[in-house]
């Protein structure tokens, strides 16, 4: 009796566990998007995640070979958990398909937050007064979440940094306005309230620079902050927008 070949049954081991590895990495990211937003969301299985109201969003639009571009435009809700956030500080610019959290379901965050083109995100937001000791601003953004309570508290922290790193932080350049991104024409996270853009002297945008190579001048202090309550930074994006934080606890 012939010994079987022992590189035919590696390859056929590696055939028959590639699904499933594939579903227990899809099934652990579903986990983080569900854990993330515990008011909003109840749970998942392979094919939906369960809101708490009784509805249900499919996680997957039956595409998983789409280019970067295409999933910049038409996000499914594993494209949104496909590209890890680095935490802590760079130790390299960021390659320049390296943008996590630029992919974004649309209908997820319309769900979440509300259509700000229909009125729905507007009848959430609250303002806030943003470093009232060093400006003194007032924003609009989105209470969902407790995203107006975390960003105070954003706030208050960066008021205890000396002055010397807070002037990165202020004047604000914006929060909510109902607009899409330029270079996708999908809803910004500033279209529901849940993003803030600090001072635009200090920051590097990649098409404002003629997409010049990454560039950045805001200090990691203000963006360990950020991070620290749930908001990602656009500095860690190879299409950079240093100014940028948004509200994504899932990629964090």
Known sequence: ?????????????????APSLAQSNA?????RLVR??????SGHDANFIFWSDGTKMPVSDGKPEKSFEERLRHASLL????????????????????????????AFFDKMY??????EAQKHLVTITWLPHSWGGHLKVTSVNGIADKL?????????????????????AGTFNCRTVKDTGRRSMHAYGAAIDLNVTFSDYWLWRQRAPYHNRIPYEIVEIFERH?????????????????????LL
């Not at 012939?2 to 028959?16: T, Y």
């Not at 099934?27 to 986990?31: E, F, H, T």
């Not at 680095?86 to 649309?106: A, I, M, Q, T, V």
């Open 1 to 17: 009796m012939r010994a079987p070949n022992p590189i035919l049954a590696l390859l056929m081991l590696a055939w028959m566990t």
């Open 27 to 31: 099934s652990a990211k579903l986990d």
């Open 36 to 41: 993330a937003y515990p008011g909003q969301l």
């Open 79 to 106: 494209d949104q958990m496909l590209l890890p956030y680095p935490k802590g500080p760079l130790p390299k610019p960021p390659g320049p398909e390296d943008d996590p959290g630029r992919f974004r379901n649309e």
């Open 114 to 119: 509300g259509n700000c083109t229909k009125g």
């Open 152 to 172: 105070r508290a954003v706030s208050t922290a960066i008021e205890a940094l000396p002055a010397s790193l807070r002037r990165f932080a202020f004047p604000s």
């Open 230 to 250: 749930g908001f990602i930074w656009g500095g860690k994006w190879g299409h950079y927008d240093t100014m940028h934080f948004e509200y994504r606890p899932e």
